[in-house]
């Protein structure tokens, strides 16, 4: 059993607040509007990706923090610290386009003189991309600092030895 509602008592009421009814007189100053709140839109999404871009180098403090408490020393937890701060960089430089998909400027409706490049492209925010690159880049030199004061690292010639070959002893070239 279905009931009917009768819609017709709501045509006569008032717009809401704020709201106003698209009469031609008009349709300039709405395409205006649209045009103006595209432009704050995209200028938006281009603050967030900066955002996004140097969001690496923010945790960049913390992360040393990290890295001093937990010691020079090579045990679980140290170790742990030092693979996920080495992981992430590869992780995040693997996922850029697609990290910076949402944050891809979008063309105007019917407009094309716009670049119909792919969101997920590295010609689009290229500049966002290439900060998040170096800030990744800077969290992997961390990550590498911290195994060079721990000692993993191969850093001096006594770490090389195993490589090295001897020539012949002296008095077998002198026969």
């Known amino acids: ?17 704020g709201f106003s ?12 509007a ?18 996004f871009a140097i969001s690496p180098a923010k945790s960049l403090p913390m992360q040393a923090f990290m890295l001093y408490m937990s010691g020079g020393g090579v045990q679980i937890f140290s170790m742990g610290i030092v693979f996920m701060l080495l992981l992430s960089p590869f992780k995040n430089l693997a ?22 490049t792919s969101p997920n492209s590295l010609t689009a ?8 690159l170096i800030c990744n880049l800077l969290t992997l030199a961390l ?4 195994c060079k004061s721990m000692g993993l690292l191969p850093m001096g010639t006594g770490d090389w030895l195993a490589f090295e070959t001897r ?8 026969m």
Do not use: C
């Not at 009814?21 to 205006?32: N, Y």
């Not at 020539?167 to 002198?174: N, S």
């Open 34 to 51: 649209v045009a103006a709140a595209s432009a704050s839109y995209a200028s938006l999404k281009e603050s967030r990706a900066w955002d």
């Open 21 to 32: 009814q698209s009469s031609s007189s008009s349709s300039k100053t709405s395409s205006k």
């Open 125 to 132: 925010l290229p500049l966002q991309k290439f900060v998040y």
């Open 143 to 146: 990550g590498l600092w911290k």
């Open 95 to 116: 996922a850029i386009n697609t990290a910076f998909a949402p944050f891809a400027p979008t063309p105007a409706p019917g407009d094309k003189s716009s670049s119909t």
């Open 167 to 174: 020539g012949p002893p002296a008095e077998v070239l002198l």
């Open 1 to 17: 059993m279905t009931a009917t509602v009768d819609y017709s008592k709501w045509k006569n009421l008032p717009p809401p607040p």
